[in-house]
């Protein structure tokens, strides 16, 4: 796991890391999914029959930040609107887009405990982590990170 629950005030948040911003964003999602879901589920989702499909979603002014909001809330859209909970993917970044490979269950088939009502904007980074810079943990469960690497923090509306 390179993701970890963030503290906040009244939501809830992700804080992750990866040697990608593709990596990043995977875990972010990966993230995301995770917090929604009863304790019984992660193991359930193992014996769910798996659809693949693509999902994209462009950027504006190639703005990365703001496209990985657009891309959770597209994993959001996706598990409550269009029945398809995001299990696994794999995310290629360019100019004007995020695009992911994606594998997903049926959403009926999931237990959620927490409901995810959107992505905010508020403290939200997505940047590289330099060679030798560190970004300091934060107590009791997020470890400090050394670059070189990506860094994304995301805090969700529940």
């Not at 999602?29 to 029959?49: E, W």
């Not at 950027?59 to 299990?87: C, H, I, M, P, S």
């Not at 940047?127 to 995301?154: C, H, Y």
Request: proline share 4%.
């Amino acid at each position: 796991m390179s993701w970890w629950i963030l503290p906040t005030t009244a939501d809830i948040g992700i804080r992750a890391f990866s040697s990608s911003q593709e990596g990043t964003i995977a875990e972010c999602a990966l993230g995301l999914q995770s917090i929604q879901m009863s304790d019984k589920s992660p193991d359930a989702l193992n014996h769910l029959t798996r659809s693949t499909g693509v999902w994209t979603i462009l950027l504006t002014n190639n703005d990365l930040e703001r496209g990985l909001v657009k891309f959770l809330d597209e994993v959001l859209y996706r598990g409550a609107v269009e029945d398809q909970w995001l299990v696994d993917l794999a995310v290629r970044v360019d100019r004007d887009s995020i695009t992911a490979q994606v594998s997903w269950v049926n959403s009926d088939l999931v237990e959620r405990e927490i409901e995810i009502k959107a992505v905010t904007l508020h403290e939200l980074v997505l940047r590289e982590i330099k060679s030798e810079e560190t970004v300091p943990g934060l107590d009791p469960n997020i470890p400090t990170f050394e670059g070189p690497g990506w860094m994304a923090q995301v805090v969700l509306d529940i």
